[in-house]
């Protein structure tokens, strides 16, 4: 089994669209029964008293139009420390998710952590939907990175 983490800020745009682009991409491919995809946040703003924020109104929409199935259950979830042992890939958005990942998680010694575009011909940071409101713009990214990602395991 492949365990794989996406993580950004807060995990209601950016990663949870990740974690459902990627679940469609194996799935597609016949090979959902390999892995084990979820996504988490680096900070606790989305999360108040045990319960998650659910995705954002407009990732959802992004996602739909799309045709990308997703969990409306789906809550934000805070990374921990713990997590390091449990996953293979921690996969961050941008280069602050990447900082505060090495943080929460202890450091990187088995080299788990990653950006999702550093899997592309680009390169470069996944577009934050939450502060230039273009979410096709980060959705075309995140597809772009989970399609190279997945073509790597």
């Not at 950016?14 to 194996?26: C, G, H, L, N, T």
Request: net charge negative; with cysteine.
């Amino acid at each position: 089994m492949i365990n794989i983490c996406f993580v950004c800020l807060g995990n209601i745009c950016r990663s949870p669209m990740a974690e459902f682009v990627m679940k469609d991409i194996v799935k597609t491919a016949g090979r959902q029964g390999e892995f084990s995809i979820c996504s988490k946040a680096t900070h606790s703003d989305n999360i108040w008293n045990g319960s998650g924020a659910p995705i954002y109104g407009n990732a959802q929409r992004c996602l739909a139009q799309h045709g990308i199935p997703f969990d409306t259950r789906k809550e934000a979830t805070l990374l921990k420390k713990s997590d390091y042992e449990h996953f293979d890939y921690f996969i961050g958005m941008d280069n602050d998710n990447l900082y505060y990942m090495k943080k929460i998680l202890g450091g990187d010694p088995q080299h788990k952590i990653h950006a999702l575009m550093e899997f592309t011909a680009q390169g470069g940071e996944v577009a934050d939907p939450w502060y230039t409101r273009n979410f096709e713009r980060a959705y075309e990214d995140i597809l772009a990175g989970c399609t190279a990602f997945y073509h790597t395991l």
